[in-house]
Every structure is written in structure tokens, then in C-alpha cells.
């Protein structure tokens, strides 16, 4: 380091301390911050970085579940089709070519026009996913309803995934008397042009709506009524059978392989009693 050396007059400690004026402004705000209560401190910081720690982990476990649920890049234009296996079909037991060819039976599509599709399987939702440039074909993948491997038959459902370039929302307060039908037929029309499709979900007054482009409105028109529109977003699914995030119950792989949605032990009795913590808020209620 390089010295410069300035003119001045030299002055002793003594001329600069509180009897001459001076302030001590900086050591004064480290003794007020060392003031405190040593105390207080240590009882307050375990909890808060237990509780800090809880939601870093809870978070990377989210954001773990999220990255696996992702589909790889397909086509754009291509249609979608969701296969989801039921009666414990465990998607990551059997060999991939052999649920390829699983799929390519139960829709009735020959092994060379289906090398043009394209198959992968969500291992973490145990579902199957398919793309297809033809419409003819998405039509028979979205016709599954029973998948066979060896001498196994298994109940199964498919549907048709959202398009590209699409946007969800939800309302609230329609009545189970609506049927399917019914809920499209009063939101698909000319009053909503950008409207593409409706359903409910599942068994609630819930209805999730498709719009055409990444713009949801605020108010929709059901029927004549004007009934207002949030945002959809999409949740960590959790499967009631075993008690694991991740997949739903209608296709859980293992439900005889439970989990307490409480506490985390395996395979609880019946009169299991526990303090339950939810895996993703750490907050006293059932995951």
C-alpha cells in the first residue's frame, strides 16, 4: 500500500474525545446492537432456523417433483394424449418397449405408423404420455380404456392434453345437477369466443376452463349468468391411498405400501394417532 504524507498538526487522543465534542456514532450503534439479550437471542434462533431449515427442504422437494413431472420437448402441433393405468399398473416395473407396445395394442395402431408418435412415461405420476401428428391416432390413444401385458388386464383411462399456446381458469359454485354436456355447452359458445373447453373437477362445483392464449378475463358467461374467473394453477398431486405427493389415487401403484400423511411412518394401524405435519408447509394439518 502506498503512503501519501499531507501537511497538518499533529494532535494527541485526548483532542478528539467526548470532552471536546465528539461522537461516537459507529461504536455506539455496535454496544446498542450488543445490548440486547443474549438470551432471547438463543431461544429465538433454533426455532426460526429449524422452521428456515423446514422450508428450504420442503421447497428443493417441491421443486424435485416438479422437475420429474415435466414432459420432454414434443412437437408443438402435435395432439396430446394422457393414458392413466389403474388397478396398481406400476408404470416403472415393466420394460419401456414392452408398455410401448402395450399402448400401440390398445389403440389398435401398427408398429411402424406408430414409430411417427412418440411414447414416454411419467414414472413419478405413473402415467403415459403420448404425442401424434395424426388426429386419426389420437383419437384411438384417447379411446384406451384397458391396457394388457403378459396376462395381465388392467383398467385404464386417457384423454386429450391441453394444446399449446392455452391458458386455464376456474370458476366455482356449478351445481353436480349440471352434467358434462351441459357445462360445455353453456361456456363454449359465441359469448365466450375464446373459450376452447370446460370440465369439472371431479366431484366439486369446480369447473376448469380452456382459453385460447395466455390471457384469462376476469368474468366469464355461463348460461346467462356472469360468473367470475381465476386463474387455474396447477397443485403437487397427493394420492390418498398411500399417502405419498406426487400421483393421484386413481393411479396409485402401491396402495398397500401406505404412508401416514402426518407424520411419515409406513403402513400405520387403524387407531394410529400422531401430531401431523404437512410435508410442504410444515404447518400442523395432514399433508
Known amino acids: 500500500m502506498e503512503f501519501v ?15 471536546q465534542g465528539w461522537c461516537e456514532i459507529k461504536r455506539n450503534i455496535k454496544k446498542a446492537g450488543g445490548d440486547a439479550d443474549p438470551a432471547k437471542n438463543q431461544q429465538a434462533t433454533p426455532a426460526s432456523t429449524e422452521k428456515a431449515a423446514f422450508i428450504q427442504k420442503a421447497t428443493q422437494y417441491v421443486r424435485k417433483i416438479t422437475m420429474t413431472n415435466r414432459m420432454p420437448n414434443l412437437p408443438t402441433d ?21 408398455v410401448h407396445c402395450c399402448i400401440r395394442n390398445a389403440a389398435g395402431v401398427g ?24 388426429e386419426d391416432r389420437a383419437r384411438r390413444y384417447g379411446g384406451i380404456c384397458k391396457l394388457r401385458i ?22 366455482r359454485g356449478i ?14 359458445n359465441h359469448r365466450n369466443p375464446n373459450v376452447l373447453h370446460a370440465k369439472r373437477m371431479e366431484n366439486t362445483t369446480h369447473v376448469i376452463i380452456l382459453f385460447d392464449g395466455y390471457y384469462v378475463p376476469r368474468y366469464v358467461n355461463y348460461g ?13 398431486d397427493m394420492c390418498y391411498e ?24 409406513g403402513n400405520p394401524p387403524d387407531d394410529h ?8 408447509c410444515g404447518k400442523g394439518h395432514l399433508t
Not at 78 to 98: A, E, G, H, M, T
Not at 152 to 162: D, L, P
Request: aromatic share 4%.
Open 5 to 19: 504524507q499531507v501537511e497538518g498538526e499533529e494532535i494527541s487522543p485526548t483532542e478528539f474525545g467526548k470532552e
Open 78 to 98: 402435435d395432439y396430446k394424449i394422457i393414458v392413466r393405468p389403474r388397478d396398481s399398473f406400476n408404470v416403472s416395473l415393466y420394460q419401456k418397449d414392452r
Open 111 to 134: 408398429r411402424e405408423v406408430a414409430e411417427e408418435d412418440s411414447v414416454c412415461l411419467n414414472e413419478r405420476q405413473n402415467v403415459i404420455g403420448v404425442s401424434t401428428p395424426s
Open 150 to 171: 403378459g396376462d395381465r388386464e388392467f383398467e385404464a383411462s386417457a384423454y386429450r392434453a391441453a394444446p399449446e399456446n392455452t391458458s386455464k381458469g376456474l370458476i
Open 175 to 188: 351445481s353436480l345437477d349440471e352434467k358434462p354436456a351441459d357445462v360445455v355447452r353453456s361456456l363454449v
Open 224 to 236: 346467462g349468468m356472469v360468473i367470475r374467473c381465476t386463474l387455474y394453477k396447477k397443485h403437487i
Open 242 to 265: 398411500c399417502g405419498r405427493l406426487g400421483h393421484r389415487a386413481d393411479v396409485c401403484p402401491n396402495p398397500n405400501d401406505k404412508k401416514c400423511r402426518g407424520c411419515g411412518c
Open 273 to 280: 394417532r400422531c401430531e401431523p405435519v404437512c410435508q410442504l
